[in-house]
Protein backbone atom coordinates (compact mmCIF):
# COMPACT_ATOMS: atom_id res chain seq x y z
CA UNK A 1 0.00 0.00 0.00
CA UNK A 2 0.73 3.40 -0.37
CA UNK A 3 2.60 5.20 2.69
CA UNK A 4 4.76 8.90 2.86
CA UNK A 5 6.48 9.18 6.28
CA UNK A 6 7.98 12.64 7.18
CA UNK A 7 10.13 11.12 10.10
CA UNK A 8 10.62 15.10 10.96
CA UNK A 9 8.13 16.32 13.41
CA UNK A 10 9.18 19.22 14.26
CA UNK A 11 12.13 21.47 13.27
CA UNK A 12 13.38 24.77 14.59
CA UNK A 13 15.72 26.85 13.17
CA UNK A 14 17.34 30.56 13.30
CA UNK A 15 16.56 32.70 10.11
CA UNK A 16 19.18 32.49 7.58
CA UNK A 17 19.98 28.52 8.26
CA UNK A 18 19.48 26.36 5.21
CA UNK A 19 17.12 23.20 6.46
CA UNK A 20 15.99 19.98 4.83
CA UNK A 21 12.71 18.38 5.12
CA UNK A 22 12.86 15.00 4.69
CA UNK A 23 10.23 12.67 2.51
CA UNK A 24 10.19 8.95 2.33
CA UNK A 25 7.54 7.12 0.45
CA UNK A 26 6.40 3.52 -0.54
CA UNK A 27 4.72 3.18 -3.90
CA UNK A 28 4.01 -0.12 -6.03
CA UNK A 29 2.90 2.18 -9.21
CA UNK A 30 5.57 2.87 -11.71
CA UNK A 31 4.05 5.93 -12.64
CA UNK A 32 3.32 8.32 -9.99
CA UNK A 33 3.87 11.76 -8.68
CA UNK A 34 4.76 13.27 -5.11
CA UNK A 35 3.76 16.46 -4.22
CA UNK A 36 4.51 19.09 -1.88
CA UNK A 37 2.48 21.74 0.12
CA UNK A 38 2.77 24.23 2.64
CA UNK A 39 -0.02 25.26 5.62
CA UNK A 40 0.81 28.49 6.78
CA UNK A 41 -0.78 29.33 10.44
CA UNK A 42 -3.85 30.43 8.65
CA UNK A 43 -4.85 26.80 7.65
CA UNK A 44 -4.80 27.40 3.92
CA UNK A 45 -2.91 24.26 1.60
CA UNK A 46 -0.69 25.86 -0.73
CA UNK A 47 0.74 23.78 -3.52
CA UNK A 48 4.65 23.86 -4.19
CA UNK A 49 5.72 21.22 -6.28
CA UNK A 50 4.70 18.31 -8.61
CA UNK A 51 7.18 15.80 -9.43
CA UNK A 52 6.54 12.76 -11.81
CA UNK A 53 7.99 9.25 -11.43
CA UNK A 54 10.40 9.44 -14.35
CA UNK A 55 11.95 12.70 -13.85
CA UNK A 56 14.46 12.72 -11.42
CA UNK A 57 16.39 16.18 -11.89
CA UNK A 58 16.49 18.06 -8.86
CA UNK A 59 14.50 21.31 -8.99
CA UNK A 60 15.59 24.35 -7.46
CA UNK A 61 13.02 28.00 -7.36
CA UNK A 62 14.09 30.85 -5.72
CA UNK A 63 15.25 29.90 -1.71
CA UNK A 64 13.30 26.31 -2.26
CA UNK A 65 15.26 23.15 -4.02
CA UNK A 66 13.75 19.45 -4.40
CA UNK A 67 16.11 16.44 -4.37
CA UNK A 68 14.04 13.15 -5.69
CA UNK A 69 15.96 9.97 -5.58
CA UNK A 70 14.27 6.66 -6.82
CA UNK A 71 17.09 4.65 -5.60
CA UNK A 72 15.96 5.58 -1.74
CA UNK A 73 12.44 6.66 -2.37
CA UNK A 74 12.78 9.68 -1.37
CA UNK A 75 11.81 13.38 -2.13
CA UNK A 76 13.47 15.76 0.59
CA UNK A 77 12.79 19.47 0.51
CA UNK A 78 15.87 22.13 1.39
CA UNK A 79 14.85 25.78 2.14
CA UNK A 80 18.01 27.92 2.24
CA UNK A 81 18.30 31.06 4.03
CA UNK A 82 15.71 30.41 5.58
CA UNK A 83 12.99 33.44 6.62
CA UNK A 84 10.10 34.00 9.16
CA UNK A 85 7.39 33.92 6.57
CA UNK A 86 8.92 30.27 5.77
CA UNK A 87 7.45 28.94 9.23
CA UNK A 88 4.62 26.74 8.46
CA UNK A 89 3.74 22.94 8.42
CA UNK A 90 4.53 21.37 5.01
CA UNK A 91 3.51 18.28 3.73
CA UNK A 92 4.86 15.69 1.31
CA UNK A 93 2.01 13.71 -0.54
CA UNK A 94 1.74 10.95 -3.27
CA UNK A 95 -0.59 10.36 -5.52
CA UNK A 96 -2.75 7.14 -5.15
CA UNK A 97 -2.93 4.40 -7.61
CA UNK A 98 -4.77 3.61 -10.87
CA UNK A 99 -6.90 6.47 -12.64
CA UNK A 100 -8.11 8.25 -9.30
CA UNK A 101 -5.96 11.14 -8.18
CA UNK A 102 -6.28 11.38 -4.77
CA UNK A 103 -3.39 12.20 -2.40
CA UNK A 104 -2.02 10.06 0.30
CA UNK A 105 -0.38 12.70 2.72
CA UNK A 106 2.45 12.60 5.27
CA UNK A 107 1.62 13.84 8.81
CA UNK A 108 3.92 16.89 8.20
CA UNK A 109 6.35 18.48 9.23
CA UNK A 110 6.17 22.04 11.70
CA UNK A 111 9.27 24.21 10.87
CA UNK A 112 9.35 26.87 12.98
CA UNK A 113 11.91 29.74 11.91
CA UNK A 114 13.05 32.00 14.68
CA UNK A 115 14.32 35.84 13.86
CA UNK B 1 -5.03 32.33 -3.89
CA UNK B 2 -5.66 29.03 -5.28
CA UNK B 3 -8.95 29.78 -6.92
CA UNK B 4 -11.23 27.33 -4.90
CA UNK B 5 -13.81 28.51 -2.48
CA UNK B 6 -15.04 27.27 0.19
CA UNK B 7 -17.91 27.95 2.47
CA UNK B 8 -18.40 28.73 5.11
CA UNK B 9 -15.36 29.16 6.86
CA UNK B 10 -16.02 28.32 10.67
CA UNK B 11 -19.02 26.10 11.58
CA UNK B 12 -20.16 25.65 14.72
CA UNK B 13 -23.00 23.22 16.13
CA UNK B 14 -23.72 20.61 18.33
CA UNK B 15 -23.74 16.59 18.13
CA UNK B 16 -26.64 15.26 15.99
CA UNK B 17 -26.74 17.32 13.98
CA UNK B 18 -26.60 18.26 10.48
CA UNK B 19 -24.55 20.54 8.14
CA UNK B 20 -23.26 21.02 4.19
CA UNK B 21 -20.28 22.66 3.48
CA UNK B 22 -19.97 24.12 0.13
CA UNK B 23 -17.30 24.28 -2.46
CA UNK B 24 -16.99 25.96 -6.00
CA UNK B 25 -13.78 24.74 -8.21
CA UNK B 26 -11.26 26.45 -10.39
CA UNK B 27 -12.72 28.08 -13.28
CA UNK B 28 -12.21 24.95 -15.52
CA UNK B 29 -11.41 22.49 -13.11
CA UNK B 30 -13.79 19.20 -13.26
CA UNK B 31 -12.42 17.02 -10.50
CA UNK B 32 -12.99 18.13 -6.52
CA UNK B 33 -11.74 16.33 -3.81
CA UNK B 34 -13.21 16.26 -0.34
CA UNK B 35 -10.19 15.96 2.57
CA UNK B 36 -10.37 15.98 6.06
CA UNK B 37 -7.72 16.93 8.95
CA UNK B 38 -7.98 16.33 12.42
CA UNK B 39 -5.19 16.00 14.77
CA UNK B 40 -4.96 12.29 15.41
CA UNK B 41 -5.66 11.27 11.40
CA UNK B 42 -3.78 13.92 9.97
CA UNK B 43 -5.09 14.92 6.06
CA UNK B 44 -6.96 11.99 5.00
CA UNK B 45 -9.30 11.39 1.19
CA UNK B 46 -12.50 11.67 1.56
CA UNK B 47 -14.35 11.22 -1.68
CA UNK B 48 -13.57 12.50 -5.58
CA UNK B 49 -16.14 13.74 -8.13
CA UNK B 50 -15.53 14.36 -11.82
CA UNK B 51 -17.63 16.44 -13.94
CA UNK B 52 -20.68 15.31 -11.56
CA UNK B 53 -20.06 11.86 -10.83
CA UNK B 54 -18.80 9.98 -7.88
CA UNK B 55 -15.03 8.69 -8.93
CA UNK B 56 -13.26 7.58 -5.93
CA UNK B 57 -13.87 7.00 -2.33
CA UNK B 58 -11.54 6.96 0.43
CA UNK B 59 -12.18 6.94 4.25
CA UNK B 60 -15.72 8.40 4.33
CA UNK B 61 -17.81 7.50 6.42
CA UNK B 62 -21.71 5.97 6.12
CA UNK B 63 -22.98 9.47 7.99
CA UNK B 64 -21.33 11.61 5.24
CA UNK B 65 -22.55 12.10 1.51
CA UNK B 66 -21.28 14.45 -1.17
CA UNK B 67 -22.82 15.37 -4.53
CA UNK B 68 -21.03 17.31 -7.47
CA UNK B 69 -24.06 19.76 -9.42
CA UNK B 70 -24.14 20.78 -13.12
CA UNK B 71 -22.70 23.64 -12.36
CA UNK B 72 -19.69 21.78 -10.81
CA UNK B 73 -19.81 23.09 -7.30
CA UNK B 74 -20.10 20.32 -4.66
CA UNK B 75 -21.47 20.21 -1.25
CA UNK B 76 -20.17 17.65 1.53
CA UNK B 77 -23.35 16.93 3.55
CA UNK B 78 -21.99 15.30 7.20
CA UNK B 79 -25.01 13.91 9.38
CA UNK B 80 -25.74 12.48 12.71
CA UNK B 81 -22.36 14.73 13.68
CA UNK B 82 -20.48 13.11 16.52
CA UNK B 83 -17.58 15.26 18.77
CA UNK B 84 -14.73 13.24 16.72
CA UNK B 85 -16.18 14.82 12.80
CA UNK B 86 -14.59 18.08 14.41
CA UNK B 87 -12.01 18.89 12.24
CA UNK B 88 -10.72 20.95 9.15
CA UNK B 89 -11.99 20.06 5.65
CA UNK B 90 -10.95 20.74 2.66
CA UNK B 91 -11.81 20.58 -1.08
CA UNK B 92 -9.69 20.69 -3.86
CA UNK B 93 -9.82 20.85 -7.62
CA UNK B 94 -7.95 19.73 -10.63
CA UNK B 95 -8.64 19.72 -14.30
CA UNK B 96 -8.54 15.94 -15.01
CA UNK B 97 -9.41 12.74 -13.20
CA UNK B 98 -6.19 11.04 -12.59
CA UNK B 99 -2.91 11.35 -10.99
CA UNK B 100 -1.51 13.33 -13.50
CA UNK B 101 -3.72 16.71 -12.07
CA UNK B 102 -2.27 19.59 -9.44
CA UNK B 103 -4.70 19.69 -7.23
CA UNK B 104 -5.29 23.32 -5.92
CA UNK B 105 -6.87 23.09 -2.11
CA UNK B 106 -9.73 25.90 -0.79
CA UNK B 107 -8.98 27.48 2.34
CA UNK B 108 -11.16 24.87 3.99
CA UNK B 109 -13.95 24.79 6.51
CA UNK B 110 -13.67 24.54 10.11
CA UNK B 111 -16.48 22.40 11.80
CA UNK B 112 -16.38 22.09 15.81
CA UNK B 113 -18.49 20.01 17.19
CA UNK B 114 -19.79 21.02 20.84
Known amino acids: AQKVTQAQTEISVVEKEDVTLDCVYE???????LFWYKQPPSGELVFLIRRNSFDEQNEISGRYSWNFQKSTSSFNFTITASQVVDSAVYFCALSDGGSQGNLIFGKGTKLSVKP | DSGVTQTPKHLITATGQRVTLRCSPR?????VYWYQQSLDQGLQFLIQ???????AKGNILERFSAQQFPDLHSELNLSSLELGDSALYFC?????????????FGPGTRLTVL
Open chain 2, 49 to 55: YYNGEER
Open chain 1, 27 to 33: TRDTTYY
Open chain 2, 92 to 104: ASSVGTGVEGTQY
Open chain 2, 27 to 31: SGDLS
